[in-house]
C-alpha cells in the first residue's frame, strides 16, 4: 500500500498528481489502477478527472499493477552547500532546476546532483525523492533542507506541518507599492479559460500573504513576500492583483515582452538593479 496526504495547496486532477508522485508508473498504468478501484480518497473511490481539493488521504493498492522502473542516476550538478552536519544538508538552490523526477523530467535535478554528492539520504519518500523534504518550484531560487537520516526528515517535515517554519520571499515587482508593508488576504481560484493559471476569485480558497518593501527605484521595487498559506502560485497571483507583477514572470508578469516593451528608461533601471543584485 501506498498512503499519500494531498498538500493544502493542491488543485488538480488526480491522475496528474498521481504521476507526479508515482512516477515508476505511467500515467495511463494509474488511469488503470483508479479505474480497477486501486486508488482512495478519504476512503471511497473517484474517477482519473476528479480534482483534488487538497488534504485528502489517499491509500493505493498498486499490487496487480507492474511499474516500469525508473532508475536514478547520480549526475555531477553543482551543489550550493551552505551548512551540512550529520543530519541535514542546506542547499541553496539555483533557479532553472528541478528539484526530483517526475513526468517528463527523469534526469538533470537535484537529487541526481545530491544521490551524485551523497549516498547518507533519507528514504521515506521512495527512491526518487531521497532526501526531499519539501520543495521549491523550478524556476524559484532559495533555501532548501535535505535530511540525511529519516529521523531528521521526520522532525522537519513535522515542523514544516505545525506552521513551525517560517518561508521568506524575495522578488522584483513592477511599480512603487503604495504601501511599505501589509497583508494581502484574498482567495485564489484556478481559471476556467486556463487551468494552468490562477487569479483571485471571492469562490476561491483562503490566501494570505505578507509584504515589506525592502527597497524602490523609480519603476521597480524589491519585496519580501510571508505566505501564511501554501496555495499554487500564491504570491505571483497576489502581487499580479496588487497591480505589480513579479518582473519576468511569463505567466503573471508579461515576461520578456513587456520588459522589451519598456521605455528605455525602465530597462536601463533593471539592468542597474540586477547588476546591484548580483554583487
Known amino acids: 500500500m501506498v498512503n499519500l496526504t494531498v498538500p493544502s495547496s493542491i488543485d488538480m486532477r488526480l491522475d496528474k498528481y498521481l504521476s507526479e508522485q508515482l512516477v515508476d508508473y505511467s500515467r495511463s ?41 525508473v532508475i536514478i542516476e547520480p549526475q555531477d ?20 532546476l528541478v528539484v526530483h523526477p517526475g513526468t517528463g523530467q527523469k534526469d538533470n535535478t537535484l537529487v541526481n546532483g545530491l544521490m551524485f554528492y551523497t549516498s547518507a539520504l533519507s528514504d521515506i519518500n521512495g527512491s526518487t525523492r531521497p532526501g526531499i523534504v519539501h520543495r521549491l518550484d523550478r524556476d ?23 506552521k513551525q517554519v517560517k518561508k521568506t520571499y ?5 511599480g512603487i507599492w503604495t504601501e511599505n508593508e ?11 479559460s486556463d487551468p494552468t493559471s490562477f ?47 513579479i518582473v519576468a514572470d511569463q505567466k503573471y508578469g508579461g515576461g520578456e515582452n513587456r520588459t522589451k516593451g519598456f521605455l528605455p528608461e525602465v530597462t ?10 548580483e554583487r
Open 199 to 245: 487569479n483571485v476569485d471571492e469562490t476561491g480558497r483562503k490566501a494570505t500573504t505578507g509584504y515589506k518593501i525592502e527597497r524602490a527605484w523609480r519603476y521597480i521595487s524589491k519585496v519580501q513576500f510571508y505566505p501564511k498559506t501554501g496555495r499554487t502560485h500564491q504570491i505571483r497571483v497576489h502581487a499580479d492583483h496588487m497591480g505589480h507583477p
Open 140 to 162: 524559484t531560487s532559495g533555501v532548501m533542507v535535505i535530511a540525511k537520516t529519516n529521523l531528521a526528515h521526520r522532525k522537519i517535515a513535522k515542523q514544516f506541518e505545525n
Open 29 to 69: 498504468q494509474i488511469q488503470a489502477m483508479i479505474q480497477d478501484g486501486k486508488v482512495m480518497i478519504d476512503g471511497r473511490k473517484e474517477k482519473s478527472s476528479y480534482r483534488l481539493q487538497g488534504s485528502e488521504a489517499i491509500v493505493v493498492d498498486p499490487i496487480q499493477s507492474q511499474p516500469s522502473p
Open 77 to 96: 550538478i553543482p551543489l550550493s552547500i551552505v551548512y551540512e552536519d550529520d543530519a541535514i544538508i542546506v542547499i541553496d538552490k539555483q533557479s532553472g
Open 170 to 174: 524575495i522578488g522584483l515587482t513592477w
Open 268 to 277: 536601463k533601471e533593471l539592468r542597474q538593479v540586477l547588476t546591484i543584485l
Open 182 to 192: 501589509g497583508l494581502i488576504d484574498e482567495p485564489i481560484k484556478r481559471k476556467r
